[in-house]
């Protein structure tokens, strides 16, 4: 019945842009906190950034340095992860993830209850 769907993911240039989704269904939306996590081949599934239930604090792995930006619509019951400036090193697939929890333990996937299948993201030099 949890669904979480991820879309937007593709083949870009460096320097170019993504939009990724995260359609939400069969739970409430705005009782969960939402993260974004990203797992390239051969790694371990790393933190990308996280938003409160309202979403009105992100929070984001320093790594990001700026360049995505994580907001969600609960309107729609759906995640996006704006993502400018994208680097090879991005290359990964891309998680969207509902947690009970917000602060240092967004960090870590074992705080997330539901998890989406992952929208591959591939960035080309």
């Known amino acids: 019945q949890v669904q979480l769907v991820e879309s937007g993911g593709g083949l870009v240039q460096a320097g170019g842009s993504l939009r990724l989704s995260c359609a939400a269904s069969?739970?409430?939306?705005?009782?969960?906190?939402m993260g974004w996590f990203r797992q390239a081949p051969g790694k371990e599934r790393e933190f990308v950034a996280a938003?409160?239930?309202?979403?009105?604090?992100?929070f984001y792995d320093n790594s990001i340095k700026g360049r995505f930006t994580i907001s969600r619509d609960n309107a729609k019951n759906t995640l996006y992860l704006q993502m400018n400036s994208l680097k090879p090193e991005d290359t990964a697939v891309y998680y969207c993830?509902?947690?009970?929890?917000?602060?240092?333990?967004?960090?870590?996937?074992?705080?997330?209850?539901?998890w989406g299948q992952g929208t591959q993201v591939t960035v080309s030099s």
């Open positions: 993830a509902a947690s009970q929890y917000f602060g240092p333990t967004s960090r870590g996937a074992e705080n997330y209850d539901y």
């Open positions: 069969g739970f409430t939306f705005t009782n969960y906190h």
């Open positions: 938003l409160t239930r309202i979403g009105d604090l992100p």
